[in-house]
């Protein structure tokens, strides 16, 4: 079974911390990316990478930096954490074809 | 990536089949039909997808009309831990940027 993994299910941090999010697959995937999913919103993409030390805008990534040193793993960081990034993270992967496999996703509240 | 049309909820009695449409009347030739579903604070699953002919697996049977404007997923024998929401995606299959948009999807409920 494809399994991705989140570091955390519940995180709660303040405004203006630095937050890191990580995401590791095991299987070998080239493609993994990083979603937040709001009520009346949807999913909607962060940062994508197909390839190690790769990576490529979503539709808001604005306020977000993303890393990608290792093939299995992929780290979302809010560089100064702001309440309107509260929100359901949602970490992927997938490989060449379309397919893409979720983790359990991370709640993070920011006061 | 062509637009699809769900219900928003329906309902299901437990050990009975679950037929979720889909219509997505503006599919293009290169288009793939794929259904994820997601339990309450849960991320998304993925369940089945398919181009033109009719698939099936442990999970569930999707069903592609001829014209491929419109399909059908079906969970044969609905459980409680089937109660979720179900999005219909078309997609063409590509290399980079294959993010998923998911629309409003449909919340099955099934019942005891």
């Not at chain 1, 494809?2 to 999010?21: A, I, M, N, P």
């Not at chain 1, 390839?51 to 805008?57: A, G, H, N, S």
């Not at chain 1, 949602?90 to 920011?110: D, I, K, M, W």
């Not at chain 2, 288009?31 to 089945?48: A, D, F």
């Amino acid at each position: 079974d494809v399994k991705v993994t989140q570091s955390s299910r519940y995180l709660v941090k303040r405004t203006g911390e630095k937050v890191f999010l990580e995401c590791v697959q095991d299987m070998d995937h080239e493609n993994m990316f990083w979603y937040r999913q709001d009520p009346g919103l949807g999913l909607r993409l962060i940062y994508f990478s197909y390839d190690v030390k790769m990576k490529e805008k979503g539709d808001i990534p604005e306020g977000y930096s993303v890393s990608r040193e290792k093939k299995e793993r992929f780290s979302l960081i809010l560089e100064s954490a702001s309440t309107n990034q509260t929100s359901m993270y949602l970490c992927a992967s997938s490989p060449l074809e379309n397919t893409q496999y979720f983790g359990p996703g991370t709640r993070l509240t920011v006061l | 990536d062509a637009k699809t049309t769900q219900p928003p909820s329906m309902d299901c009695a437990e050990g009975r089949a679950a037929n979720l449409p889909c219509n997505h009347s503006t599919i293009s030739g290169n288009e793939y039909v794929y259904w994820y579903r997601q339990i309450h604070s849960q991320g998304p699953q993925y369940i089945i997808h398919g181009l033109k002919n009719n698939e099936t697996n442990e999970m569930a049977s999707l069903i592609i009309t001829e014209d491929r404007k419109s399909s059908t997923l079906i969970l044969p024998h609905a459980t409680l831990r089937d109660t979720a929401v179900y999005y219909c995606i078309v997609r063409v299959a590509s290399y980079a940027g294959n993010m998923l948009t998911f629309g409003g999807g449909t919340r099955l409920m099934v019942k005891p």
